[in-house]
């Protein structure tokens, strides 16, 4: 079928030509007969690369010509972002304007700007958000696309999925839902829940061929052999194979270490293997320096800076954001010939290589121990095989140690099928902040219509409705208890339970909060700081790899400031390890809002760049909800506190700085620049010249002639 025959518009069969997209592939023909254009819902189940996006774009054009409204959700940020780049330049030159948004992030936002877009591409948090914030819009959606719809199963984001799709479903009844990802083994099950067809297929475009290498040889799917030319060690060997007449190699490693350590092994081989055009050289020589450049404080500017000179890198969520977008920008430019990433990288942005090598199957957790990962996640891994128009064949080759090993991963992982996947809405921990999204939204007012929601939920489906039933009794019972709802003629929100649920943060996470902002005790920046480090959606985070006596002595250093002193160590050891735990992140977040240098809290606190970032804008988040329960409370003067605070965290600068890093282009560092040349009020900056600010470090001509229009601009609008 070509898509002329789909109906939609000749513009937009023009823009998807540029695209490269002519004719459709057997499945998306399937979906097309089976109903995708006249409303139906459906679960999709195909390869990476096989058209999925494409199934939803023609789903999309069909509800936009009707007037309705699309939203797409999607597991991460810089998903969301490439989807939104994608159907835009679609979109743009189609029959009609389409307005398209993408949105993550300040789920205080309630969004009312979006009703006045056509297309929006969110994040499954940032949608469950506009749910709880009542967005009048939403009522316009006539298809909702849930790509990954695997990640359901996932422990810490899947019931947040689960119960985004089930609001979603009770307030918009008459909506399309189109369900896509690449690996799920029970996609009836999941269709049947949502009234849905099932579309499986194993297309690729660009065939798979799996296979394990042991010494020189790999044992590929189909039982063929082949060698490879040894160089005394596999994944070096395996490596050369893949970059042979311009091929491409994304290395999967299981630990941050790994990744980095990978890398600077293949960056002693690659040069000889890789013949490199002048032009391809200079480009990584640029990227190599905008590395360097971009993040001058990250531990892992020189390193990574040597390593993509060489034609190598490494990505992982302990980079900065500017070092993993320049890499995945060269790895997909081509000029990057090999990657060594963790698997987060195959949950994200599109980037497919010729070879994906695997070279270990186990990891260690913490918490868990050593074990092997799924094969729904080998799959997933394997997925980013073949480059669709440079690649015929892509292939996914595991190492082996020995012959027992090979065997065993030619049948679990290669010949074998993903895991089913199940609902983890079952946890108390997730059901409180649910169920208290569904009372404060007034999806229900009564315990039966908050029964009867529940009963349609994935979880039930799968474990039946009195399974979870059984837990809603405990959670209601403590919500009531903490003045969180209200259970009399019916089931209605507090004031306060209201406000948490927007905050879109744990219902646990507010009663410690409330529990320290009502008490008379009066409270330092460092119990400030305290309270929203005891939060449990704050201690998930960061964690600096801390020595114990440091800790234990900035712990000492404190103790007066602290709303809560350590337990003995002795009667209580697991408490104390808690303890520990919540000042790690406390002395990290003390010592970036008292601008100590970014490298130092680096080198210092053991932390890394990602980690630091995520760790910095949870704070933000957690810091700013407790100012609005302050202001829920009545404790204005606390509201005011934790507002300061929470633009301290944001900008990592001690009180006398915040007027002058609200100017834009003026951060922490030109911030005490200008504080210790005098110029410290927007005032002062006004009434400097543009030879005084140029003569600040780090501001320049150019910056300076900036800085004064955009001060000037300032207050010309007040």
């Excluded at 089976?34 to 459906?42: E, F, S, T, V």
Aim: with cysteine; aromatic share 6%.
């Amino acid at each position: 079928m070509r898509l002329s025959d789909t109906g939609i518009s000749e513009r937009l069969i023009a823009a998807l030509k540029r695209e490269g997209i002519d004719t459709l592939y057997p499945h998306q023909v399937e979906a097309i007969k089976r109903g995708l254009l006249d409303g139906r819902n459906m679960v999709i189940s195909a390869p990476t690369a096989s058209g999925k996006t494409l199934l939803a774009t023609l789903a999309a054009h069909h509800q936009l010509a009707m007037g309705r409204k699309i939203l797409y959700l999607t597991p991460l940020r810089a998903l969301t972002s490439e989807k939104y780049q994608d159907f835009k330049r679609v979109f743009e030159n189609s029959d009609r304007e389409v307005s398209i948004a993408a949105v993550s992030g300040d789920y205080d936002d309630p969004g009312d700007w979006l009703g006045r877009r056509d297309f929006i591409v969110s994040t499954y948090e940032k949608a469950d958000s506009l749910v709880r914030h009542k967005a009048s819009w939403l009522s316009e959606v006539g298809l909702i696309v849930v790509d990954e719809i695997h990640m359901i199963g996932e422990k810490e984001r899947g019931p947040t999925l689960e119960m985004t799709i089930s609001k979603l479903t009770e307030i918009i009844k008459e909506a399309q839902i189109l369900c896509l990802s690449a690996t799920i083994r029970n996609v009836d099950e999941i269709a049947e829940w949502l009234d849905a067809v099932p579309i499986v297929s194993n297309f690729r475009p660009v065939p798979l061929i799996e296979g394990v290498m042991r010494g020189e040889i790999v044992t590929l799917s189909d039982g063929t052999k082949k060698k490879v030319r040894a160089t005394g060690d596999p994944l070096t060997a395996i490596v050369s194979e893949g970059l042979i007449d311009g091929g491409q190699v994304l290395v999967f490693a299981l630990t941050r270490r790994k990744a980095e350590s990978y890398a600077s092994k293949l960056a002693e081989v690659v040069p000889y293997v890789v013949q490199l055009s002048g032009e391809t050289r200079t480009l990584l020589e640029k990227t190599a320096e905008a590395i360097l450049e971009s993040e001058p404080e990250s531990p892992f500017s020189e390193k990574l800076n040597a390593l993509v000179e060489r034609g190598v890198a490494f990505h992982h969520a302990g980079l900065g954001a500017n070092h993993r977008r320049m890499i995945e920008e060269a790895f997909r430019s081509r000029i990057l010939p090999v990657l060594c990433a963790t698997p987060t990288l195959a949950a994200g942005v599109n980037l497919p290589a010729r070879f994906v090598i695997i070279p270990e199957l186990r990891r260690y957790d913490s918490h868990y121990g050593a074990s092997s990962i799924s094969v729904m996640e080998y799959k997933q891994l394997c997925g980013r095989a073949g480059r669709p128009l440079y690649d015929k064949v892509g292939y996914a080759i595991l190492i082996a140690k020995n012959k027992e090993e090979e065997e065993y991963f030619l049948e679990k992982y290669v010949k074998g099928e993903p895991e089913k996947i199940y609902s983890c809405l079952g946890s108390e921990r997730h059901l409180r902040s649910h169920l208290l999204s569904l009372i404060a939204s007034e999806l229900v007012s009564s315990e039966l219509g908050l029964r009867r929601i529940l009963s349609r939920t994935f979880y039930a489906y799968q474990f039946g409705a009195r399974v979870i039933e059984e837990k809603v009794d405990s959670v209601l019972e403590f919500l009531e208890e903490n003045n969180m709802i209200r259970r009399d003629e019916g089931i209605s929100a507090t004031p306060l339970g209201r406000r948490v649920s927007q905050l879109y943060i744990d219902p646990l996470s507010a009663v410690r909060i409330v529990q320290y902002i009502s008490s008379d005790k009066h409270l330092t920046l460092t119990g400030m700081l305290q309270i929203i480090c005891l939060t449990p959606d704050l201690t998930e985070y960061g964690m600096p790899r801390m020595r114990r006596q440091k800790i234990e002595r900035y712990i000492e250093s404190l103790i007066d400031e602290l709303v809560e002193p350590p337990p003995d160590p002795t009667e209580d050891p697991e408490g104390y390890e808690f303890f520990l735990d919540v000042m790690k992140n406390l002395s990290v977040l003390r010592e970036w809002i008292n601008e100590t240098p970014e490298r130092n809290i680096y080198d210092g606190f053991n932390i890394e760049p990602g980690d630091f970032a995520a760790l910095r804008e949870r704070a933000e988040w957690l810091s700013y909800a407790a100012s609005q329960l302050c202001l829920t409370l009545g404790r204005k003067s606390l509201f005011k506190a934790y507002e300061n605070l929470t633009l301290r965290i944001k900008h990592g600068v001690k009180n006398e700085l915040l007027e002058l890093v609200s100017i834009p282009g003026v951060g922490r560092v030109r911030g005490r620049s200008l504080w210790n040349h005098g110029l410290r009020t927007i005032e002062d900056v006004k009434n400097a010249s543009i030879d005084e600010l140029a003569r600040v470090p780090g501001i320049g001509r150019k910056l300076a002639d900036k800085i004064k229009k955009s001060v000037s601009r300032e207050s010309s609008d007040t």
